[in-house]
């Protein structure tokens, strides 16, 4: 009796421990959501050039544009899972649509075309802090990696079906491929010549590199915690010798998981309003 009281006990302090790694990962995009708001204030104080502001009309209508194409993505989704996974696909049109609104929303990052301004000479570029923080960053690609790790577990021990795995392989790793080559371009682009247009290319640079992070960290979390609550479910119904704590941390990380990826594409939703421009700042 003894020994089951310190197990549940140690199950509890593992099931809380093992969720604390969502409540850091929303906590930091939080105060990422400070990061726009100074972005967004400095372009708000900033008056740019003609070339500046048709800057930013331009690089919001091919966002508008391309993230339609997330809707036909999604459609694409809907049917390719009618196809594979016959009338059990009916619980996936919910996510067959995220998907491609998610991937419409890399897509348009990656191929925003370049400003037109005239670059600074000799070339400046910026560092990548300056951009977006580090540990968000590193996190996506750490989540990415746990996913691909998880999927190819299930999938080596026959928990999973040929084609689950292989959707759950290929989605986050082609969010991940999309979401660096973005991350790149935002990286190497000089920076402009006037310093009227420094505050909005800055502020570009910021809505990209936030956006697709969220996008491939959504893309990554919630097909996660399903793979560990699939594993600590199947793994629960073994018989084992002893207290297997195994299940539980796996559980614990699936909903830690799904939680964190809830909570981002909630803060994703703030990110997809494009970089501003106006005058009220100084009209008093």
Known sequence: MHTDGVGRLIAVVLFIAVLVPGVLLSRAWWLAAGRRAVAGAAVEFAVPTATGTEVLRRQAQHARRVRRLGWLLGLVGIVAGVVFFAEASVFLWLPAVVVGLLVGVLLAEVTRPRPRWRLATPTRRPHRGEQISPWLLWTMRLV?????????????????????????????????????????????????????????????????????????????????????????????????????????????????????????????????????????????
């Open 144 to 284: 990415v990696l746990a996913e691909l790790a998880c999927t190819y577990l299930l999938w080596h021990g026959d928990h999973l079906a040929d084609a689950v795995a292989w959707v759950a392989l290929l989605v986050p790793l082609v969010a991940w491929a999309l979401a660096e080559l973005a991350l790149l371009r935002a990286l190497v682009r000089p920076l402009p010549a006037e310093g009227a247009d420094v505050p909005v290319d800055e502020a570009l640079r910021t809505w990209t590199a936030h956006l697709v992070t969220a996008a491939t960290s959504v893309l990554a979390l919630l097909p996660l915690g399903a793979l560990l609550l699939v594993a600590g479910i199947d793994r629960g119904d073994e018989v084992t010798e002893g207290f297997d704590l195994l299940p539980v941390a796996a559980v614990a990380g699936g909903f830690s998981a799904l939680a964190a990826g809830l909570v981002v594409a909630g803060f994703l939703l703030t990110w997809l309003r494009p970089v501003r421009s106006s005058e009220r700042a100084l009209a008093g």
